[in-house]
């Protein structure tokens, strides 16, 4: 008698996916989680052949951020995107592992301010100071400052001037 004896086979596999590839099709067997997965299945020989596979899952990374900008400067770039307003924005970016990274934005818009002011005064309170200019004649102004959210606050005055009055008067008396 020869009696030969075909050995079963045994093999290992390890593979490394993103979350988001999940469910990973392995062997006919739907995988859903990370884990270590077996198959049998029938080599060459008609013999029994074990794989064993160790499933790796990378996760896909999220992550938020809140921005507060000013009116002025929009619009906002931020990955690849041109924002032109308040409001919440998503990005998908491929993380160090090679899988999805999706970052959320809540973008705040400060409203730059404006306001007018209208002040007349007397020609003899000429100059006048306002916001650091002396002004020397009536008209129309503008200032910029920073409001305090930072950003820009737009002042106009308009400055009237009223002259100043002179008369002559003539008086004749009796001694």
Same mark, same amino acid.
């Given at each position: 008698?020869?009696?030969?004896?075909?050995?079963?086979?045994?093999?290992?596999?390890?593979? %490394?996916?993103?979350?988001?590839?999940?469910?990973?099709?392995?062997?006919?067997?739907?995988?859903?989680?990370?884990?270590?997965?077996?198959?049998?299945?029938?080599?060459?020989?008609?013999?029994?052949?074990?794989?064993?596979?160790?499933?790796?899952?990378?996760?896909?990374? %999220?992550?938020?951020?809140?921005?507060?900008?000013?009116?002025?400067?929009?619009?906002?770039?931020?990955?690849?995107?041109?924002?032109?307003?308040?409001?919440?924005?998503?990005?998908?970016?491929?993380?160090?592992?090679?899988?999805?990274?999706?970052? %959320?934005?809540?973008?705040?818009?400060?409203?730059?301010?404006?306001?007018?002011?209208?002040? %007349?005064?007397?020609?003899?309170?000429?100059?006048?100071?306002?916001?650091?200019?002396?002004?020397?004649?009536?008209?129309?102004?503008?200032?910029?400052?920073?409001?305090?959210?930072?950003?820009?606050?737009?002042?106009?005055?308009?400055?009237?001037?009223?002259?100043?009055?002179?008369?002559?008067?003539?008086?004749?008396?009796?001694?």
């Amino acid at each position: 008698l020869y009696l030969n004896v075909n050995p079963n086979v045994s093999s290992t596999q390890t593979i %490394t996916i993103c979350q988001g590839t999940l469910p990973y099709s392995w062997n006919s067997q739907s995988l859903t989680a990370a884990g270590t997965y077996q198959a049998t299945l029938q080599n060459v020989n008609g013999c029994d052949s074990t794989v064993t596979l160790t499933l790796n899952v990378n996760p896909n990374v %999220t992550s938020t951020q809140n921005i507060t900008i000013c009116q002025g400067a929009l619009p906002y770039s931020w990955n690849s995107q041109s924002l032109t307003a308040a409001g919440t924005y998503q990005a998908t970016l491929i993380n160090v592992n090679g899988c999805d990274s999706t970052i %959320t934005l809540t973008l705040n818009v400060n409203p730059n301010v404006t306001s007018t002011q209208n002040i %007349t005064i007397c020609q003899g309170a000429l100059p006048y100071s306002w916001n650091g200019q002396s002004l020397a004649a009536a008209g129309t102004y503008q200032a910029t400052l920073i409001n305090v959210n930072g950003c820009d606050s737009t002042v106009t005055l308009t400055l009237n001037v009223n002259p100043n009055v002179t008369s002559t008067q003539t008086i004749t008396i009796c001694q």
